[in-house]
């Protein structure tokens, strides 16, 4: 079975940081795009992140750019998202997907270019 399973989402604290993992069973992820989205209550899957497969070329939009850092691990078969200097509008469930192709291309930020989904993780910056 084809899954995927983001973890580390929690409450924490504006300025605060987490770090999300995406792990993968029934497939590998290596040469696979892998992207993180997030979508708050009322509002669009947003694209976060996006990682290459073949280089590990990173892509961010612009509401994290400088805070948040994409980072994959072929050897465990996991991507991490690092999330420093938190602040309240980040509050969201985060998913992470995976692509079989391994550019993110231009349009990374697409949720319909993705073909694997977790099932999210739930963020909560607040004080």
């Given at each position: 079975?084809?899954?995927?399973v983001?973890?580390?989402?929690?409450?924490?604290?504006?300025?605060?940081?987490l770090k999300l993992?995406?792990?993968a069973s029934g497939f590998t992820l290596?040469?696979?795009?892998?992207?993180?989205?997030?979508q708050?209550?009322?509002?669009?899957?947003e694209g976060v992140s996006c990682i290459s497969g073949s280089f590990g070329i990173t892509y961010y939009s612009d509401s994290v750019q400088g805070r948040f850092t994409i980072s994959r691990d072929n050897a465990k078969n996991t991507v991490t998202l690092q999330m420093n200097s938190l602040k309240p509008e980040d509050t969201?469930?985060?998913?992470?997907?995976?692509?079989?192709?391994?550019r993110c291309g231009s349009n990374w930020y697409g949720p319909a270019k993705y073909d694997y989904w977790g099932q999210g993780t739930q963020v909560t910056v607040s004080s």
């Open positions: 079975q084809l899954q995927l983001e973890s580390g989402g929690g409450l924490v604290q504006p300025g605060g940081s993992s995406c792990a290596n040469y696979k795009a892998i992207g993180w989205f997030r708050a209550p009322g509002k669009e899957r969201a469930v985060y998913y992470c997907a995976a692509d079989d192709a391994s």
